[in-house]
């Protein structure tokens, strides 16, 4: 069983930055994918930012790409979702998650999700 912590959310105003980190508690840590989604407020659950195993390949929703950077350390077992630009439509609840069979973009394909971290955005 992987546990996921997430932090580093927070009130930021608009055109401002946030890195949220998501801890895993698996020795095995590198083995997993890593994803990255947000519910907002009224609104379904979608896809942010996934990476694969070791790093080597990301991908990004288009409402985030070119702001958000996604990045992993696996000696610290730790991802980091670097958010820069912020806009008041990135405010939402953002939920990592780990997918032992690789990276993808559909949020039930993942094993382990943490608990989310809220951020929001003042415009």
Wanted: proline fraction near 2%.
């Amino acid at each position: 069983q992987v546990q996921l912590v997430e932090s580093g959310g927070g009130l930021v105003q608009a055109g401002g930055s946030l890195r949220l980190s998501c801890a895993a508690s698996e020795r095995t840590f590198s083995n997993y994918a890593m994803g990255w989604f947000r519910r907002a407020p009224g609104k379904e659950r979608e896809f942010v930012s996934v990476v694969t195993w070791n790093g080597d390949s990301t991908d990004y929703a288009d409402s985030v790409k070119g702001r958000f950077t996604l990045s992993r350390d696996n000696a610290k077992n730790t991802v980091y979702l670097q958010m820069n630009y912020l806009k008041p439509e990135d405010t939402a609840i953002y939920y990592c998650a780990a997918r032992v069979r690789g990276a993808a973009w559909y949020a039930p394909m993942y094993d382990y999700w943490g608990q989310g971290t809220q951020v929001t955005v003042s415009s």
